[in-house]
Structure formats: structure tokens, C-alpha cells
């Protein structure tokens, strides 16, 4: 499309070859004047914004004023050009003001929504009940109020859930016996402990076994990774210098098919927090605050072991329940803790959590 520039008398062809003309050759008074464009049409009306003449009919589209802009601008603008130029001032001047105010007002609407709609999603907590906090739920044993419990882990997509129950259980022992919560490395166990497989699958006791032989140090000297995958395991990157904590040891609740278990359990998490190893699917992994107890039976078809830290226990409606601390971030349940069904006529427990029960033992 060809563009004419009326200045001074100087006639110079624009080319339209992208969004904007462009001039093949730049004349000299183009650097001391405001190039202006009409399009090569008949210009008996055409609107010179400046001067207030009117737009024929023949050049509006849905009632939008044809209105060009220039890339630059180095001058001032002519008082008179020869055709009566355009000069766009605004990229938007086209659009009327009643359309140009609802197209922003609407974004600015969604905007809003979305981040409530995530905020909802991602931290789950601020939307529900607060029925499980310590203040109302009142369980018979809650290590929460004690103070024991650090910031709840996320574990994403890996399944390093025993390093992190590890981590809290020692946690809770080391602050029941010396009034000091310290928050522990489970990246370092991810890394360092040979017997386990990192994020692809771990055991609790082995962890313990680790933490009683080579200590764990710091989280704030060892941070958890957020580039943490089950394909690839990172190198240990320990130092000599860091503070480690230890343990004297750990033991395990035997189990019998007694209907006994759950209440050995029981005795054990009166004087510690203990982690267990449950069978959960689907339906655990997308737990509320407000589901209550957790009582449905486990779906084999999509189950899997996941390593959990029993917390406290008591009793909601004459359902008894056990408190659990998960590590599936603070979306999960009431920012983090949830409650399972206690007693509920199984040997093991509902999803075995009766099964393979390891509490760690402070070293003095």
C-alpha cells in the first residue's frame, strides 16, 4: 500500500512492508517535523484531529475512526497539511471509551477470581474450617500443642516421605527432652543414606539407622531441593563443619493379630510421636479438613506405601481417631494434619498403620 508524506511541499512514497510505513529515504525536515500519513484516497473529509474536521462515512468501520500512527516522532506538527492529516496520538484512540473501560474492567474482574480461585486451591487451609486445629479439636494427646512440630514438608512428586517422617520424629524427641526444636535435614538423608534409594522409595528404620550412625545436620546447612526427581539421585554434600544431631537408637512396636497393636500404639505416642507406614490411593491423597475421620478402605488397585508420623489420638463424635502429620504440603488436610480412624475393627489398623510402627530414642 503506498503512503504519501505531505511536508513543506516535499513528496516522499511510504511503503507499508510491516506494521508501520517505513520511508526509503529519510528526507532532512522529517528530523524537525512530525511525519504525518493519510491514506491515498480521496481526502475530501478526512479528519485532522488537530482541527476538528470530520471523517467521511465511507472511511469509519463499526464506527472506529481509520486512524494511522507513525513509528517515531521528532517534530512538531504542521498547522496545515495538504490532505488534512491523521495524527494518532494514542494505540488506542480508535477504540471509544465505553469499550476501551469494560475490555480493562473485565480483565481486572477475572484477574481478581483467578487468584481467589488459586489461593482456595493451593492453600486450601485459608478457605475451610479450622476444626482441626489444636484450640478446637482438644484430642486426648497432641503433640502440636506441645510445640514439637516443625514447618510441614512437601515432598512434590518424589516418594522421600520416609526422610521427612524420619526428620520429624527426631525432631519431636529432641524437643521433648531438650526443650529445643531444631529443623533437620531431609535432604540429606535423600542424598547421603546408602540403604535408601532416595526419592524413588525409602525406609523409615533406615533412615534411623543412618541418623544413629552418621548423624543429620541442619536443614538451614543442608536446604531441601526443590529440583528433587525420582530419576536422578544427588551427590551427598555434607561438610565436615556441620552440626549434627544424633540418636541412641529406635525400636519397633511389635505386631500381632491380637486386635492388641492399635493399643501398644497408643502407649507410645503417650510419651512420643511415632512414625508408621500406611497403605493409601486416590481418596487419601485428596483428604479435606472437612472429611472428617478418614475411614475408607484402602483401593488396592491404585494403593501404595507412604510413610505418615502419628501425632496424637483422641476421640470426635464417638469415632476415636488417630493425628497424623503428612509431608504433602500444607494443602493437605488442616496445613498438613489429619485424622484416621482408631480401632476400627481391623488387626492392623485402618491401612495398616498398626503395622510397622518406629519411634527413635534420644541420645543422652
Known sequence: MAWRCCLAGVSKRFYADSEFPVCRKIHPCLLSFKPVFTA???????????????IPHDLKQGGRSMIFSAPFSTGRVPQRTTY????????????????????FFGIAVACVTLFRIIRCRVVKYECEDDSLSPEKLRAEVDWRRE???????DQGSTKACWAHVATSAV??????????????SSQELIDCDPKNKGCQEGWVENAFDYIQREGVCME????????NTPFIRMPCRVKKDYVKTFIGGYESIPYEEDFGAEERLKLV?????????????????????????????VD????????LLIVGFGQLKEKQYWLVRNSYGVSWGYKG??????????????????????YPIFKV
Open 84 to 103: 488534512g492529516g491523521i495524527n494518532c496520538k494514542r494505540h488506542y484512540s480508535h477504540i471509544p471509551y465505553n469499550q476501551y473501560a469494560a475490555v
Open 269 to 297: 505416642v503417650r510419651r512420643q510421636p511415632v512414625a508408621v507406614a500406611v497403605l493409601v490411593g486416590k481418596a487419601f491423597k485428596n483428604y479435606k479438613a472437612s472429611d472428617g475421620i478418614f475411614q475408607i478402605n
Open 147 to 153: 510445640g514439637c512440630m516443625s514447618a510441614i514438608d
Open 337 to 358: 494434619y489429619g485424622l484416621i480412624e482408631r480401632n476400627c475393627g481391623l488387626p492392623e489398623g485402618r491401612c495398616g498403620i498398626a503395622y510397622r510402627p518406629f
Open 40 to 54: 491515498s484516497i480521496p481526502p475530501t473529509r478526512i479528519r485532522d484531529i488537530a482541527h476538528g474536521n470530520d
Open 220 to 227: 538451614k546447612d543442608y536446604p531441601y531441593s526443590p529440583f
Open 171 to 184: 525432631e519431636s524427641i529432641v524437643k521433648i527432652e531438650t526443650d529445643v526444636l531444631k529443623k533437620l
Open 300 to 307: 488396592f488397585d491404585h494403593e501404595e506405601l507412604h510413610s
